[in-house]
């Protein structure tokens, strides 16, 4: 019977400790790692590697402080004994990790797509280095995360992504993906780098910069490139439309962690939450930045009508509730 292979699905698991490919990656991953600190990071999740290290708990992963989330706005937050407030930002930062996991595994397989639709021999060798490039940033991200965090994710922002990744042509893979959400990342990982408590997660991430931009800046070469037509156009809107709903409706993750540890909150609490979060504010500069993306590139064309259907406004506290 005929297989139909997927190429973007994020929910694939990790090979079992024991199967023997998990000793070639590692391998692989060592000798062709362009730093020694790339491959300790990158062994580390290994088991048979000589520098393997015990995966963090849930209670060894507090990686960002109240203020990077804006919790020590909140009264809910304030009122918390040491540990609730422990249990919030470790399972907050847990998220943030766990988001940055799938953006990377995405990148593999985005890279990998992009391998199979360069048109030239050069844009194929590019696309085939971008790819390892994400392979690196995933292998040391994995280390941070404990395992059960690493196959299972129900995010529909993330399904998505899979069906754009497996859908849609080139164009519009490039802009989405490559100028707007690789845009995204690299602003992304920038405020994290630099409001990091672990010294080790802190200098990868900034390690994760400099290819992130490369990536980006290549998105924005081709997709000019390529001609955008009407229907293309359409498409591409409605994605955005869909992705910037999302930022307009943020910060659900640091919601969900302090329903887990305090809750079930109510509805009127969640709202007051997301106000003390000053939400608002900064949605508000994050869209900022994905407008200034999204214009720079399409000559204003597909700006307009995301404008024109309020994709760039934040939206109050109890919208997002
Ligand atoms: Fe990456
Ligand atoms: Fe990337």
Known sequence: MRQLYKTASFDIPHASESNKLQRVLSSTIQNRSRDSAIAAASLSRYPHSPLSLPHPTEESACYWNAKHFNLQRAQLFQQATPQEQNAI?????????QEAYFIEKAGISYMAKMVALSESTDERMLYALFSADETYHLTQL?????LHQTTVTDDPFLRFLTDLIEHQDKTVLLFILQVVLKGWVLSHYRTLASDCQNPELANILTGFLQDESRHH???ITLFKQNPLTPETRQVIVEALVYFL?????EPQSVVAAVNRVLGPLSRCQKIQLIEELQTEIHTGTRLNLLRSLIGKETAHTILNELEARQAFEPLPAYLCA
Do not use: K, M, W, Y
């Open 89 to 97: 930002l470790q399972i907050a930062s847990l998220s943030l990790l």
């Open 142 to 146: 994995l280390r941070f995360l404990p």
């Open 217 to 219: 800046t290549t998105g």
């Open 245 to 249: 709903r999302r930022v307009q409706t």
